[in-house]
């Protein structure tokens, strides 16, 4: 059973820097698992920011930036705001019965 | 631009049925596989099934083989969830997502009571 690993949670203070990786059970995470990252704020429903490793949509604030790093997926988060205090999912895609992979996501305070 | 719009959840006591729908817009519905994800309260997202573009595979979660059905009408742009033998633990909120992209609905809300 596929597993994707993500950071339980993280803190980064107002205006820093903060990388949230995403890791897979089955090796490095390539631009074959078309890597997403999803951000979803309490009663809401998740919103895309990142997909294909790094492309943006209009909505997505300038501060995101998906990559991928030591062999897994990266969304870095430069200039912290309050309003980015949330919870980030990662998804990964597959070949096979299982397409798509949840990591158990990040919950991000901003403090 | 993209839109989903999920229906018909609601309450259901356990060993009950619901069918969901999502009607879709604003892109070539019948180029692109369709995916039905869930999220339990205060859980994280499971991805629940997958359809092919034309309907000819369907891909289930293991918690919920043999008991859901994806389904699709092409000609009305409307990807279906057919849950039977429905459980507790599948009390969720049910999005239904486009492949590609990461178009997702605001979801419509599942409650199955003892």
């Known amino acids: 059973q596929t597993v994707v690993t993500q950071e339980p949670s993280l803190t980064v203070s107002p205006g820093g820097t903060v990388t949230l990786t995403c890791g897979s059970s089955?090796?490095?995470?390539?631009?074959?698992?078309?890597p997403y990252w999803f951000q979803q704020k309490p009663g809401q429903a998740p919103r895309i920011l990142v997909y294909d490793i790094s492309d943006k949509y209009s909505w997505t604030p300038a501060r995101f930036s998906g990559s991928l790093l030591g062999g897994k997926a990266a969304l870095t988060l430069s200039g912290a705001q309050p309003e980015d205090e949330a919870d980030y999912y990662c998804?990964?895609?597959?070949?096979?019965?299982?397409?798509?992979?949840f990591g158990g996501g990040t919950k991000l305070t901003v403090l | 631009q993209v839109q989903l719009v999920e229906s018909g959840g609601g309450v259901v006591q356990s060993g009950g049925s619901l069918r969901l729908s999502c009607a879709a817009s604003g892109f070539t519905f019948s180029s692109f596989g369709m995916h039905w994800v869930r999220q339990a309260p205060g859980k994280g997202l499971e991805w629940v099934t997958f359809i092919w573009y034309d309907g000819s595979n369907k891909y289930y979660a293991d918690s919920v083989k043999g008991r859901f059905t994806i389904s699709r009408d092409n000609s009305k742009n409307t990807v279906y969830l057919q849950m039977n033998s429905l459980r507790v633990e599948d009390t969720a909120m049910y999005y239904c997502a486009k492949d590609q992209g990461g178009f997702w609905g605001q979801g419509t809300l599942v409650t199955v009571s003892s």
């Open positions: 998804l990964l895609s597959y070949s096979g019965a299982r397409p798509w992979v």
């Open positions: 089955t090796g490095p995470v390539t631009s074959g698992h078309y």
